[in-house]
């Protein structure tokens, strides 16, 4: 080989190798931003679990409230004055 074709290579794979780091480098604004977005999201479900929870304590509420709510008769329509034959 002579010193222009490993110069050629040598200078290639440096190329190679830059692009390389380059490619897998993260920059500090992406990173930033996804974490953000990461932020974002987790408050926004830790939200809408905070309601339904909310959600669900009402709904149980109101089924205890049911259960334990007296019971009314609708016993009126058998006394009033029906059909007698009695005088």
């Keep these: 080989m002579t010193s222009g074709t490993l110069r050629t290579i040598l200078i290639v794979g440096l190329a190679v190798g830059a692009v390389s780091v380059a490619a ?4 500090t604004s992406t990173n930033t931003a996804d974490n953000s977005a990461m ?9 809408a679990n905070t309601a339904t929870n909310t959600a669900q304590g009402a709904i149980n509420a109101a089924v205890n409230a049911s259960a334990t709510a007296p019971m ?11 059909n007698s034959t009695a005088p």
Excluded: F, Y
């Design 24 to 27: 897998c480098k993260v920059t």
């Design 72 to 82: 009314m008769s609708n016993s009126s329509s058998s006394m009033s004055g029906g």
């Design 39 to 47: 932020s974002t999201a987790d408050n926004s479900m830790m939200m």
